[in-house]
């Protein structure tokens, strides 16, 4: 039964497609404990979806291949024509291993300016979560002659440690700038993911 | 679980078992050049006098429309705004035969509209932009989707909106000055998109991204009574989105074509009359000379033969995944996909 055999194949996607994702010169032996400073890096160790991630650019500035390392925020309706911090992401384009991959890790919570920073938040499923609590969705993209890598994957367990974003407020209290760095540990079913990051932030987007 | 997609999934348990799809694998003949912004949906204009030189109009949501020619080069840029979807119709304006062009417009939630010229320059209508939004309608937020649609009681602009609002307008022409009026609105539970009219059929078909299929009559005067096509999940949509939808009708055989986003394909229905079309075929569009079509957004199609490298007509698809992070357009020939269809 065609349909049948589309599915099962679906199902099986990771299993055949070009699946890890491998940095050259990786010098870490093992997943970093701690968020590794205030230089713009990133660091993805674990799985995600079954598929290997072993990527060092602990120095975006020497990183081979990176073709835009950029973080937004994302801000929606608050009480009073104010605006809410409610998401930011963490995304990446480059070519590894001869594969262009675009890379992208989302975090929301229902207003990270309520937070005093460090803090720590526990992950998640619920969206835009009041308190300390955040969830994660890590969308992988791309292609090679044999297959095609398209995931969206969250239901993350864990903790991100949001240690530094910064910034300067326009009038409406939107922050366009800065850093905004942080660590994680989670677990997704086999998944296990350690992450740390500072990614210059380029822009931001009103979710109205 | 919503009320329509309850009822779409009501409407599949009862639908009685059909024969899975034929799966297809073709190749792209021709893409266009890559955007650094976001292509969505493409629109075909054939060229009356030369049908080897139309171009493919496409939607980039982040910039503007564009033009290119048949081998995929570009040869035009219209910075208009964050267009999302484009649809075309043959207008007369200001006593001459013109394409009218329309799309929808995201910053400022606007349906705005371009002339073709017989010639193939392009230029803005006036007025350009038309709220999209209707105070006779409450509750539109977010326009998302665009089509055009024709029948012997003018033309029509359709949009719809994210929170599931279907608007359907005339457009009138008083000495070369478009104007709108509304003539029929509904809604379906969730998030829409894709939409097209089969203007000789009279239907409207408009895809609910998370559901599936529905066709209403085009007519302004009919209810909008829905009547689904396909549900998700299903043999030709078995995961979401469904997003771009359009008409391939050579004479012979007529195909509703449907971008199943969600498996990279493109979905192919038999349309016969008022029958609940059935789904035919998977079209994948693999590795070749071109890179294969990923996460489809749009589409276009048309049964005009276009010169030599299209003689049967044209499948066009926003593809996702190119090289230098850029999104674009790959153009398939017709002739490839009949190859696998049944006569």
């Known amino acids: 039964m065609r349909h049948l055999t589309l599915a099962l194949s679906l199902l099986a996607a990771p299993a055949f497609a070009a699946d890890a994702t491998v940095t050259p010169g990786n010098t870490l032996t093992a997943p970093p404990a701690e968020w590794l400073g205030e230089v713009p890096h990133l660091v993805v160790m674990g799985t995600i979806n079954g598929r290997a991630f072993d990527l060092q650019m602990t120095d975006m500035a020497s990183a081979a291949g990176v073709a835009e390392f950029a973080g937004k925020r994302e801000y929606l309706p608050g009480e009073g024509g104010t605006w809410r911090y409610g998401d930011f992401e963490v995304a990446l384009k480059a070519t590894i291993d001869g594969v262009e991959k675009a890379l992208e890790f989302e975090f929301e919570n229902h207003d990270f300016t309520a937070h005093s920073l460090p803090a720590s938040f526990a992950l998640q499923d619920k969206e835009f979560p009041e308190g300390l609590l955040s969830n994660l969705e890590a969308q992988l993209e791309w292609e090679t002659a044999e297959a095609t890598v398209n995931d969206e994957i969250a239901g993350w367990t864990g903790t991100l440690t949001l240690t530094t974003d910064s910034g300067t407020r326009d009038e409406k209290g939107l922050v366009p700038d800065g850093m905004i760095g942080g660590f994680v540990t989670a677990t997704r079913g086999g998944d296990t993911l350690v992450m740390s990051f500072t990614v210059p932030v380029a822009e931001y987007e009103l979710d109205d | ?343």
């Open chain 2, 1 to 343: 679980m919503n009320s329509t997609i309850k009822a779409l999934a009501l409407c599949l348990l009862a639908t009685p078992v059909i024969a899975d799809p034929l799966a297809l694998k073709v190749t792209a003949v021709a893409e266009t050049e890559g955007t650094s912004g976001d292509a969505d949906d493409p629109a075909i204009w054939v060229n009356p006098a030369d049908p080897a030189k139309s171009l493919i109009l496409g939607a980039d949501k982040e910039a503007g429309l564009f033009a290119y020619d048949l081998t995929g080069k570009q040869v035009a840029f219209l910075p208009d705004g964050r267009l999302n979807n484009v649809d075309l119709r043959p207008f007369t304006l200001g006593g001459r035969a013109v394409t009218l062009v329309g799309s929808s417009r995201r910053d400022d939630g606007a349906m705005v509209f371009h002339v073709i010229e017989p010639d193939g320059t392009i230029r803005q209508a006036t007025p350009f932009a038309h709220p999209a939004a209707s105070a006779e309608v409450p509750g539109t937020t977010h326009i998302y989707g665009f089509a055009m649609a024709q029948d012997a009681g003018g033309t029509y602009a359709l949009v719809n909106f994210k929170s599931g609002h279907v608007l359907q307008y005339r457009i009138t022409e008083n000495d070369g000055q478009l104007a709108l009026t509304l003539v029929r609105h509904w809604k379906v539970a969730t998030q829409p998109e894709g939409m097209f009219a089969d203007d000789a059929g009279g239907h409207i078909y408009v895809g609910e991204e998370d559901a599936g299929i529905w066709r209403y009559p085009l007519s302004p005067d009919a209810a909008p009574e829905p009547f689904v096509v396909d549900a998700i999940p299903s043999a030709c949509l078995p995961r979401d989105d469904v997003e771009g939808l359009a008409l391939h009708d050579d004479g012979r055989a007529r195909w509703l074509v449907a971008s199943a986003q969600g498996v990279d394909r493109a979905a192919l229905y038999r349309l016969r009359g008022e029958d609940k079309p059935d789904c035919v075929a998977m079209v994948e569009v693999a590795e070749g000379v071109f890179d294969r079509v990923t996460e489809t957004d749009g589409l276009d199609a048309t049964a005009t033969p276009l010169g030599p490298a299209f003689p049967q007509g044209l499948l066009v698809m926003m593809d996702d995944q190119n090289a230098g992070f850029t999104t674009g357009f790959k153009l398939m020939n017709w002739a490839d996909i009949a190859a696998g269809l049944p006569k």
